[in-house]
Each structure stands twice: as C-alpha cells, then as structure tokens.
DNA sequence: ATCAATTTATTTATCGATAAATAAGGAGTG
DNA sequence: CACTCCTTATTTATCGATAAATAAATTGAT
C-alpha cells in the first residue's frame, strides 16, 4: 500500500473536480463554497478543511489544469511540418475531455485577484515559452510569431465556445455549398 | 439650445467614465457602485437614479466601448493590401487612447451574468462580421481565416497587457541585436 | 477481546462584512 | 412654489470564514 491510501470518497479531489466544473461555469466570483460542497455533498465549512481560503481552492483547480495543458502539448510527437496542427489537435482533444478547465485556463487572467493574475501570468508565459521551444526546435521560421498565433487561436477558440460563436472558427464550420 | 442640452457636470457621462476605468481595472463584481460614485464625487445610491441596476450600468459602459471600436475600424481607409495592418494600426491607437474600454472589451464575456454574456456576443458577432466584410470588399483571399486571425490577435493582444507579459507579441518587443 | 485514548471526518451554528437597491427628504434657484 | 439635483437613512441579502461540537473509526495497552 503507498503511503497516502486514498479510498472511496477522496474529498479533496472530488472538491477539486466539482470546483472546477463551478467556477468554469459562473466563474470566480459567483461560484460560492457553498454551491462546491453541495455538489460534493458536504456542508459548507468543510471545504475549509482542505483549502484555507476560496481563492487558494481556485488556485489548485487552475494549477492542475495548466498541468494537464502542459502535459498534453508535452505528448504530442510528430515531423516539424506537422507539429503545429497536431498541437492544435491536442488542444482540441483536451478541450473536449476537459472543456471546463480548458475555458478556466482561457479566462483566468480576467480574475482581478492579485494571486490568480500572478498565477495565470507565470503558467501562460510558460506554455508560451515550452511552445516557442518545440517549435524553434523543429526548425519552423518565425517561432516566435507561430506561438503567437497559436495562442491567440486558442484563446479564439475559447470565446466562440463561451459565447457559441462558432461562426468565429469558421475553419471548423460546415462549409458553404 | 438641443434637446439634451448637458451644462458643466454631465453627471451620467461622468459617471460612465468612471465606470469605464472602473470595471477595467477591478472587473464586474469588485467594481461597487459605491466606488464609481465615490471617483464621481456623488453618493452611492445617486448612481441608481441614472442607471437602474449596475447591470445596466456596466452594459451601458460595454456599449459604448463597442461603438467606439466599431467605429474606429470604418474610418479606416487603405488599399486592400495595407488593409489588414492598417486596422491593426486601428485597434493599437484605440488602446492607446481608451485603453479601458478595450480590455473591457475583450474581457467582458468572462462575465458570466447572462444579459452581459449576450451583449457580448451580439457585438464580438458584429464586429467580427463587418471585418470580415470588409476583407472580403478588399479581395483578401480567405478573408475568413484571416479576420480570425485578426480577432485571434487582438485577443492575444489584450492578454499580453491584461499580464503585462509583452512577450507574447514578439513583433512589438525589441528584437535581440 | 475489551476498553480507554486519540485521531479522523464531518456537522451545526454563527459572526462580521459588504454590497445592491429603495424610500424619503433636504437644498438651492428661477 | 415647484422643479431639479442630490443626500441621508435604511433594508435586504449573501458570502466567506471561524469556532465549537459530534460521531465514527483506529490504535494500543491489558
């Protein structure tokens, strides 16, 4: 048995997963301890047990969803002239099985906490430079403007799923007859 | 004398001003209509006399940020292959001069109060398709993928600033000598 | 095995603060 | 007076957070 058995209900997590289903859905502020230990089945306080402070339960719901990103991008193997679509592959693959972090990550630096502003700053210039870095390494011109465009599509691709735009990736769209 | 003939203090104007800087720096829920009141020299519930709820406050700001934008982008006037740059040129010197609306802008549909959410939508809609519109006039090969691109950026654009992480728009920073 | 000691998991009750919104009233001026 | 501009006073609601208590489970010695 490793040390930390964790058995049937693993309050933290299923903290952590109910959290981020909430604050991906009414965002920061509206999302209360309360509607996140009703959807977990446990009284209010008790979420206080785990996370000190509600910003510091947000905090570890966006950190393991920028992990996951990283991780994601981290997985993708392919010839240079590929890369940058099958990351975009990636991106949509993650998105799909993980739409609420994703749209978190993608929103995250609209928090006005200090702390979350701080966090989102230091895991978005990461992802940029980890990004910048695979493509500089797989010989892509212009690495630099390539990142760029690249999370800027990703942050396109969160603003047509939040406001059901999809008009907004018309690449994506059913193409006219 | 106009219809509406405003004399010194235009006290709704002032006050949608203030809300403007406002709700740019401290967001939706963290700007108080007591703040805004307070930036005016006017009392908290005088706000309401001009504004039924903060709702149609914060609305109101939005609208006027949007018009702002849109209209910024027709006076652009350019041949087809300067087009696109030029409206960069646009957006650039309207963040210049109301640097609040825009991050506003490009901010509001992580709010997640319905009505808002809506009104974001109808205008990114709009101002998507009148750029698209516009490229397309132009003769811009794609002009679907390309006024992605451009919304892409402006949003990457608005990150970059929001974080202070200039990095991200590489075309902006000092090139290494 | 039994029973006391202690820990783990969780609840009840509640405080203090803040914020939006309402209602009613003053104050200056033509 | 009456009209516009604005304030004071107050209400209602919500939320994060703390403190204290309970109950169940585990451990450890006899």
């Known amino acids: ?4 058995d964790d058995q049937a209900p693993n309050r ?17 502020y509206k999302t209360t301890t309360a509607l996140v230990a009703k959807a977990v089945g446990v009284t209010q306080p008790y979420v206080f047990h785990f996370f000190k402070t509600k910003e510091e339960l947000f905090l570890a719901v966006l950190d393991r969803g920028f992990d996951r990103l990283v991780y994601a991008f981290s997985g993708v193997e392919s010839p240079p002239d590929e890369l940058a679509d099958r990351m ?13 972090e994703i749209l978190l990550i993608m929103q995250s630096h609209a928090i006005p906490e200090p702390a979350i502003r701080q966090a989102s ?6 992802i940029y430079r980890r990004i ?3 493509f500089a390494n797989a010989g892509i011109p212009d690495a630099s403007a ?3 465009m690249f999370v800027g599509t990703g942050l396109l691709i969160a603003l047509s799923q939040v406001l059901e735009l999809p008009e907004l990736i018309p ?7």
Chains 1, 2 share one sequence.
């Open 146 to 148: 390539q990142t760029s």
């Open 171 to 177: 690449w994506c769209e059913p193409e006219a007859d």
């Open 132 to 134: 910048r870095e695979r």
């Open 88 to 100: 975009g592959y990636a991106f949509d693959e993650l998105l799909g099985t993980h739409r609420n």
């Open 121 to 126: 700053k230091e895991k978005f210039s990461i």
């Open 12 to 28: 933290k997590e299923q903290i952590l997963d109910a959290a981020a289903q909430l604050f991906a859905e009414l965002g920061y």
């Open 1 to 4: 048995m490793s040390p930390k």
